[in-house]
């Protein structure tokens, strides 16, 4: 565990705990809308960090509030971060906070690392209601703790009405590599097989639905979710044979098969018909012209495993929760090196790019 | 080091500098402002990531373009993240692109840590120029290069104009603990001596007048520098007596002491006469009604450490390039817990507070 407390001697702890009573007792937030003073690194930075942050997040590595928390670790270490600025903040299925949480533990478990502690860091904007910030970090911090991965260390930071965006959130994360042979997106072989953990587009058209703009309604959910315990069990199971992980967020599973293809120097091709899609997002996809493989996803992830360890995967990711709808959806190739193709459902075949354009902007 | 490659198989590494090489020839920035589609994760963010970021954080751990960095390391870690929103995006003497670097090397060395690696998130505005992007990338790339630690992972999004304010960067750090006995902000004794490692309020100062709000003129340059060497020369010369190190940004000298007051449970007395101050900060602070000690540092340290080793602390601190106008400062008391108290030149003693308000938003 990454806040274990083995090495902090009792008497230490104990000035811990008795430090963040005298903090919860000093400091006490009365606004009700984040203020420039809530930024100053000042008194209005702790009562907003009493009143908001260090209750929900409350861990012993983070409790010491000083600037940098602690871990105990050796190894090969991951580490990653990434930005969120999805809008709306709120949609089906989950919020920028769990979002946050869910996409740094993805990046680390697809280094094939067990995620050890995240980093928190908000730029948050003058007037955004402090009841809606505490909602967002609430979710944050549960779905945190429902992956057993504590947020160490933070940050907040606020800037002027108008010059942000309610709340942006960044989080970086530590892993233990964990996966006993190296993977990565230049590893994929010719002969190995693709496989996807569930349905893809689903993330991408419940956030689109959710601003309220394209005139359809659909009832799809997003399917962010912490993928570390998937890995775990697909590299328990066939370690040695998985030779790239990557979860495809933006960009969708096109953009992802072509980074594998161009940094792996191979082809890649797909059996359309076997590409896990959820109905209804066939369905508003068709309604305006966007292709579910170039759709972010936050809960699912692409694994490139050896032909003979491609069945035993498949069962494994069925197996678990998160991979019921696992697939076996393509094939990789040494020629033509960089390129992936679609097999469609009518027999034909064609060149599937990367995404080109936005076509759903602030999806992360 | 953080990008050691001694791990990785040759062959390895020759695939990932073809894929290198794959990528700088399929990818070409040709946009000279930053759009909505440079957010995509499609393929305008490569062109991004290629026309900009790639060449200037060139490294080996980075170079992979995976999810994840990695880095090689073993022992107590230390891990730290900030955003930076300053205002105005380059100052005299430094950018958000340096002290985003400076700024996260100096948490992790404020927990006794050796800095391994660092993760750069970029939140940029959609309308932004690159050419100006490149500038404050470089600056960063710099920066990290000469203090000799490499930006091993990072992230890209877009906003829409108006949702930002040209860049906003979130940087995080990975350090390996160095110091010989536990360093925090809860570990001050009655006795413990406090330093400080150079003039105060110079950054903080320099942005302000930067912004050109205020009608003074004053030659002020931001100290922002990056503090782990001056700190390992610290706990290599007397390390089991350093109690605290704490950087006094936001808030200034006077919040970070009564933090530590706060969670040490001790009083601090302070020297205001043995506290240095550039006579142009002093000028520029008087005019303006604002106190020194309230004001940013982003090159300064305070320590707090036992009595026997004060004068060879201090020392050694003038013995370094970063430290030359170091003094000890003050004293540490048993009583009264949680204050903080400065004898003023005329003799007078007040209570120091913490800052209240915000005078100075968005120095950082």
Request: net charge negative; hydrophobic share 45%; charged share 20%.
């Amino acid at each position: 565990m990454a806040h274990e407390t083995g090495t902090i001697p009792e008497a230490v702890l104990e000035k811990i705990a008795r430090a963040r009573e005298i903090r919860r007792r000093r400091f006490a937030l009365r606004d009700t809308h984040v203020t420039m003073s809530h930024g100053s690194g000042g008194k209005a930075t702790h009562n907003l960090v009493e009143g908001v942050f260090a209750p929900s997040f409350s861990n012993p590595a983070l409790d010491r509030m000083d600037d940098a928390g602690l871990l105990e670790a050796a190894g090969t270490l991951a580490f990653t971060t990434d930005s969120y600025v999805v809008s709306p903040l709120v949609f089906p299925g989950g919020d920028i906070g769990c979002l946050a949480v869910h996409g740094t533990i993805n990046d680390l478990a697809m280094a094939g690392a067990w995620p050890l502690g995240l980093s928190a860091a908000f730029i948050l904007e003058e007037g955004y209601p402090v009841a809606d910030l505490q909602a967002l970090v609430d979710s944050m911090a549960a779905a945190a703790r429902a992956a057993g991965v504590p947020v160490v260390t933070g940050d907040t930071k606020v800037v002027p009405q108008g010059h942000g965006d309610g709340v942006y959130i960044t989080t970086a994360g530590i892993g233990r590599v964990i996966a006993p042979a190296p993977v990565g997106q230049h590893l994929a072989r010719p002969g190995d097989r693709v496989l996807v953990s569930g349905q893809v587009g689903n993330h991408g058209v419940a956030v689109m639905l959710a601003r309220g703009e394209v005139g359809v309604e659909a009832s799809v959910t997003s399917d962010t979710a912490p993928l570390h315990t998937l890995v775990r069990a697909l590299l328990e199971a066939v370690g040695p044979a998985v030779h790239c992980l990557k979860d495809p967020t933006r960009g969708g599973v096109a953009t992802t098969l072509n980074e594998i293809a161009l940094a792996s120097e191979v082809a890649i091709a797909l059996e359309e018909r076997a590409i896990p899609v959820h109905p209804a997002v066939t369905g508003v996809c068709e309604l305006l012209g966007l292709d579910p493989l170039t759709i972010a996803n936050e809960g699912k992830l692409l694994a490139v495993v050896a032909p003979e360890a491609a069945a035993r995967a498949l069962e494994v990711l069925r197996a678990h929760p998160l991979g019921r709808d696992a697939a076996i959806i393509g094939e990789v190739a040494a020629e033509p090196a960089g390129m992936v193709f679609l097999r469609t459902d009518i027999g034909g075949t064609r060149v599937l790019d990367m995404l080109v354009g936005d076509p759903l902007p602030r999806i992360c």
